[in-house]
């Protein structure tokens, strides 16, 4: 028995910030003053609140302490693990009351999220099979294999009314009934771990927090649809996830939770890993099947979908990651229990990878029909620097922006499709009066032009047309016609393109277009980046009255674009001037604008 | 998004890594799907997939050489040219683009004078830009080999190169 656990995060975003090392400082310390056998500690998954990382949170008082050194290390250990005193200064602020400290679901980070699919996730240690079989895993396998036939398992999905967590938002149910549907041989079941939205990361913090849950609804979705095989394809980028998936595989095989007769009944199940190389297009199932089978990831035209012939010729089931999170704990709790959470046609939660300008930036998982108010006010914290919310971008490439006056509406599958965005897997990226919207929406369509396979023409060629035209706008030398012709170019590209990523390629630019028409237009008749964004339509001034004539910015200015004597007013000659910024950096007394 | 130009510098792959690699194609040769397997250990191996290497797997598993190219120019992660001793990536995904990860890239290659994909002629640095690595709550993100950057401002990129010029 240990009197104390400390409960470090090794997700991606807190080893970046030095959990690694805070972990050894931290055992070497306990070792150092002989608590080694009263202590424990743990290496979890992802906590959410990645902005305040590396994150550590001490049992059983539950004190929260945020962006730790290993520094603080030794007085961590010697005053709170040996003499019981929290070290104050180092707790998460918002979990320090005056009578002392609150708990963190209490917090207003945590308080409104309702965590399903992150479980387990900061909760338990990821290479620890026995710690998932005491938090209730494999349980639900277990259940359906020995009280359930197949049949029941769909039914129980199918009336949980679960929807598709990659984007999509295709009912499971229905999903898993066409794929048992179809006679063959040989079936299989994949996972979609191919995150490829930027901005996006909950896949990648479930298989790092909690591995066995994906091996777990895998081998029930396996004995559903009466598969024996399956694959999990996961982005060669996150190599943590990868380890901790092997880890996982390796450990479930030999307590007999993979394999052979597993339960001792005559359901054999087996999983395998598949590396991604960097392509987005992989994350569209056709692509990922051919990827699997060690090919270009190029899509396929649909039908035969792959529950009719997918993965080597055979029915295959593909599911995402966050909707196999959820399996286990609707068998557990029943379809009515799961219907009970969010809204009538979206039950359940979502998870969203909080980013950009917000102050909490991290992972949250909430009910639907949550507002985005209430996730960027009240979870995200608001906006730093006292800067004012422009949109928030949801569904990565294949989304749209939804501007502040659509704050109140209820997040799900089909609000967020008529506000011409889309749930994707889930990024939300805020951005605030600096952001440009042209400029974004060139980001994301200089991404789709990148990872376009190639294979149609619509999506090869119109991107590419479509980004041009957004450069040509941004650089000044856009037309009101263009504006005109981008929109045609759009539809053309979505009704026209084989698969789905060349079908939402145009949203980012139809969705700003939509609220944000004005920063177009001011782009093109005015000739102005009202965010002073765009370089092209930027000029950097000096303000003579708060100028000193300190001739640093002449001494900077790499194309000597300014001039101007001693303790005199300086000016800078727009036509040399390459807009590097460089000058306004160096100024001292604020006296250089871009406008 | 690495440079997908024809490599121009002379292979000299070793008789160990050949002898490795043979290893690899062995163990998976029989297995379906096992082509990117195999092209990722490769990687690891010569830390490219120069043409030299696409021929040898070629070979040993009875697949066209075009085949093998077309799958080695598909994949962003395969790289036909080789990485510098320090391999800078800058993180330019949605995050870290609003958080002005651009603006970091342009400065890095400035300094540098490179390219996107490009590598300095000591065989010292190489920089590319790459999606997403997840840690999008510590944005603008850039790594150096294994050493990750967080909420990374221009004015410490001096610093962070110093420190890899001063390693030799």
């Not at chain 1, 992150?118 to 009280?147: F, M, Q």
């Not at chain 1, 102050?359 to 800067?387: A, D, H």
């Not at chain 2, 850039?142 to 420190?163: A, S």
């Amino acid at each position: 028995m240990y009197r104390s656990h400390v409960l470090v995060c090794g997700g991606t975003g807190c080893t970046s910030s030095g959990s690694v090392q805070i972990l050894k400082a931290l055992q070497d310390e306990i070792d150092k003053n002989g608590l080694s056998s009263e202590v424990q500690v743990v290496k979890t998954g992802c906590f959410g609140l990645c902005a305040l990382g590396p994150i550590m949170i001490v049992y059983p008082e539950g004190s929260f302490y945020s962006m730790v050194k290993v520094e603080d290390i030794p007085e961590i250990v010697s005053e709170h693990l040996l003499k019981g005193r929290i070290v104050k200064r180092l707790l998460y602020t918002e979990t320090v009351t005056e009578e002392g400290i609150k708990s963190l679901n209490d917090t207003s980070f945590y308080k409104k999220q309702h965590r399903i699919a992150l479980k387990n996730c900061g909760v338990i240690n990821p290479e620890c099979i026995d710690e998932y079989i005491g938090s209730c895993g494999y349980e639900a396998l277990g259940k359906v294999l020995t009280e359930y036939t197949p049949d029941d398992v769909i039914k129980v999905i199918t009336d949980s009314g679960l929807r598709g967590r990659g984007g999509g938002g295709f009912p499971t149910g229905i999903k898993w009934k066409l794929a048992k549907q179809n006679e063959a041989d040989k079936k299989y079941v994949c996972c979609n771990a191919d995150e490829g939205d930027p901005g996006a990361f909950m896949d990648r913090s479930i298989l790092e927090g909690d591995p066995h849950v994906i091996l777990e609804a895998m081998a029930i979705a396996g004995y559903a649809i009466g598969a024996d095989m399956g694959y999990i394809y996961i982005r060669a980028e996150y190599p943590i996830a990868v380890k901790r998936l092997e880890i996982a595989i390796k450990q479930a095989r030999e307590y007999g939770l993979l394999g052979k007769n597993i339960f001792g009944t005559d359901f054999s199940f087996d999983v395998d890993i598949r590396l991604g190389a960097g392509a987005f297009v992989c994350g569209e199932e056709t692509a990922l099947l051919s990827s699997i089978e060690g090919r270009r990831g190029e899509p396929r035209p649909r039908p035969p979908f792959p529950a009719q012939k997918g993965l080597f010729g055979k029915p295959t089931l593909l599911n995402n990651v966050e909707t196999y999170a959820n399996i286990p704990q609707i068998i557990l709790n029943g379809a009515d229990w799961f219907k009970s959470i969010g809204t009538e046609k979206s039950p359940g939660t979502k998870v969203f990878a909080l980013g950009g300008n917000i102050n909490n930036t991290g992972l949250v998982e909430i009910p639907m029909g949550t507002s985005m108010r209430t996730v960027i006010e009240e979870i995200g914290g608001g906006i730093p620097n006292g800067k004012k919310f422009k949109a928030a971008q949801t569904g990565g490439p294949s989304g749209g922006c939804i501007p502040a006056e659509h704050f109140d509406v209820p997040i799900d599958y089909d609000n967020l499709i008529s506000l011409g965005s889309m749930m994707g897997s889930g990024g939300l990226i805020v951005m605030d009066e600096d952001n440009c919207m042209v400029d974004i929406a060139k980001f994301f369509l200089e991404f789709t032009v990148d990872e376009s396979c190639g294979k149609c023409t619509p999506c090869r060629i119109g991107t590419k047309r479509l980004y041009e035209m957004l450069e040509k706008i941004t650089e000044g030398q856009g037309t009101v016609e263009d504006l005109n012709k981008i929109e045609e170019l759009c539809y053309y590209i979505k009704e026209n393109s084989l698969c789905g990523l060349g079908q939402t390629a145009p949203n980012p630019v139809l969705s700003t277009l939509k609220y944000f028409r004005d920063e177009y237009v001011a782009h093109v008749t005015e000739k102005k980046c009202p965010a002073g964004v765009c370089k092209s339509l930027l000029s950097y001034v000096i303000i003579a009255d708060a100028c000193k004539g300190c001739t640093a910015c002449a001494r900077v200015c790499p194309v000597g674009a300014i001039t101007g004597k001693v303790k005199e007013v300086h000016t800078i000659d727009q036509s040399k001037c390459i807009k590097c910024g460089a000058c306004m950096e160096k100024c001292r007394f604020a006296a250089i604008i871009k406008e | 998004m690495g440079s997908k130009t024809a490599n121009t510098i002379p292979f000299n792959g070793t008789a160990e890594q050949e002898a490795e690699l043979l290893k690899v194609i062995n163990e998976g040769k029989n297995e379906k799907g096992s082509l990117m397997g195999i092209l990722h250990k490769a990687q690891d191996i010569y830390g490219y997939l120069p043409i030299e290497v696409q021929k040898i797997i070629s070979n040993e598993m009875d697949i066209p050489l075009e085949e093998i190219y077309g799958i080695v120019t598909f994949y962003s992660q395969f790289s036909l040219t080789p990485k510098g001793k320090y391999n800078i990536s800058v993180c330019l995904g949605t995050a870290c683009y609003v958080k002005g990860a651009g603006n970091i890239y342009d400065k890095l290659k400035e300094k540098l004078n490179l390219e996107d994909g490009g590598c300095t002629p000591d065989g010292k640095f190489s920089i590319e830009a790459c999606r997403c690595i997840g840690a999008c709550g510590l944005a603008p993100v850039i790594t150096i080999n294994e050493d990750v950057y967080g909420r990374v401002v221009p004015e410490e990129l001096d610093g962070i190169l110093k420190k890899y010029n001063d390693a030799e």
